[in-house]
Nanobody
Framework: EVQLVESGGGSVQAGGSLRLSCVAS????????MGWYRQAPGNECELVSDISTGGSIYYKASVKGRFTISRDNAKNTVYLQMNSLKPEDTAVYYC??????????????WGQGTQVTVSS
């Protein structure tokens, strides 16, 4: 059974930083690409960043240069370092392996997500 435990969210002022972590179990982590997704109230679930098993990385344009994704296969963990946070980054953040159903990701089917709130 796939389980994802996200943590590291919180409330910060604009310009602040947070580091999100996601511990995965129930599948072979080191052969799975991993992504970070988010959903803000009234908005659709969106892919923020992902990292392949080979280290290829994608960032949503609005976070490029501010967010850094990384992974530690020995710990079955994927991270998202978020710097220079903006109020528009406010959302619940989820992680998921590549190929996951986006609807299921953002309703917390596999993990509860972690809330990030950025105040201006």
């Amino acid at each position: 059974e796939v389980q994802l435990v996200e943590s590291g969210g919180g409330s910060v002022q604009a310009g602040g930083s947070l580091r999100l972590s996601c511990v995965a179990s129930g599948f072979t982590f080191d052969v799975s690409g991993m992504g970070w997704y988010r959903q803000a109230p009234g908005n659709e679930c969106e892919l923020v960043s992902d990292i392949s098993t080979g280290g290829s990385i994608y960032y949503k344009a609005s976070v490029k240069g501010r967010f850094t994704i990384s992974r530690d296969n020995a710990k079955n963990t994927v991270y998202l370092q978020m710097n220079s946070l903006k109020p528009e980054d406010t959302a619940v953040y989820y992680c998921a392996p590549h190929g996951s159903n986006m609807y299921k990701i953002c309703v917390g089917y596999w993990g509860q997500g972690t809330q990030v709130t950025v105040s201006s």
